[in-house]
């Protein structure tokens, strides 16, 4: 992976127990820090200027939808630059994050890496059709997809398998501001405690990302509970053919190699109004790599499935 330059908005506080994370930013090619005021709201654009992407921490008042104009900022020289957005909901679960996404990146400096990817769909024909031609894109580039819908598995199976580390997760499927409606309804305390948490938990179906009636969205509360360094969701209802859409284009970015989330986001973007509805929740360049054994351990799991089954 090139070196990248990472800019990131956060209080005096808050940039304390950011500190594994800029480390491993440090390492990886550089980080340009700015420090927010109570009741600032800098201009992102600005802040992108001479970096590759923006990490902002801010107040857990705001929501996805208004902390962040979309899934990139355009800054000055005319770059999409992708930005993730997290809480500061406090000391505790803002060095959870960190601790989670500098653990993603330490994998990154693995002298094998492998991508190993779970295709995660409801129990529905529209959603089964469609995660088979996310399969199919994927097997077409280096990665390994791990077929867990919910007709195969359900909650302890999944949060059993994506406490693995693998390189994402992608789920097709109904989506509610407080998780999946697949497996059974799947909540982000499911997900919470991993052994080795998922690089980008990727949910194309509505709301995951949203504040609607509840403290925290789904997406939000995956990366501050330690399940993945980076999540991607929706902040509003979304049509079938949009997250569709997204599916396909994401699956072939992953095919293609694309190696952190940002990059995978800004490479799967096009002039349409699907886009305006999906923000990163957490680190945006988190690399897309498994942890060591992932893939194994991902491969047994759907053995025993088959065998169950």
């Known amino acids: 992976m090139s070196a990248t330059a990472t800019g990131v908005l956060a209080s ?7 500190e594994p994370l800029l480390d491993a930013y440090d390492r990886d090619g550089g980080v340009v820090l ?18 590759d992407a923006l990490l902002v921490v801010g107040s857990p008042r705001r929501s996805p939808r208004t902390a962040l104009p979309g899934t990139c900022v355009t800054a000055a020289d005319g770059r999409r630059v992708p930005v993730g957005w997290v809480p500061d909901c406090g000391r505790e679960p803002v060095r959870r994050f960190a601790e989670t996404a500098a ?9 094998r890496r492998s991508r190993t ?43 059993q398998g994506l406490g693995y580390g693998l390189a994402a997760a992608v789920y097709v499927g109904h989506g509610r501001p407080v998780g999946w409606v697949g497996y059974r309804g799947t909540r982000a305390h499911h997900l919470a405690g991993a052994e080795e948490p998922t690089a980008a938990v990727l949910s194309l179906t ?8 509840v403290g925290l969205s789904f997406a939000e509360a995956l ?20 997250n569709a859409r997204w599916a ?38 988190a690399p897309l790599v498994d942890a060591p054994g992932a893939a194994r351990r991902a491969a047994a799991l759907s053995r025993e499935l088959v065998l169950v089954a």
């Open 34 to 51: 700015h420090e927010s005021e109570p009741g600032s709201q800098p201009e992102l654009a600005e802040l992108a200027a001479g970096v």
């Open 117 to 159: 990817v779970a295709v995660l769909a409801q129990r529905s024909r529209r959603y089964r059709d469609l995660s088979r031609r996310i399969e199919r894109l994927l097997e077409d580039g280096a990665v390994r997809p791990v077929r867990w819908t919910a007709d195969e598995l359900g909650v302890a199976e999944l949060g």
């Open 206 to 213: 509505c709301l995951t990302a949203s504040r609607r009636r």
């Open 223 to 242: 990366v501050l509970g330690g399940a993945a360094a980076a999540a991607f969701g929706a902040v509003c209802s979304t049509d079938h053919r949009w």
């Open 12 to 18: 005096a506080s808050a940039l304390e127990s950011l």
């Open 103 to 111: 653990r993603v990146h330490s994998r990154n400096r693995e002298d």
């Open 248 to 285: 396909l284009r994401i699956s072939r970015a992953l095919a293609d190699g694309a190696p952190t989330l940002g990059e995978l986001v800004a490479a799967a973007e096009e002039d349409d109004p699907a886009v305006a509805g999906y923000r990163i929740l957490g680190d945006p360049v």
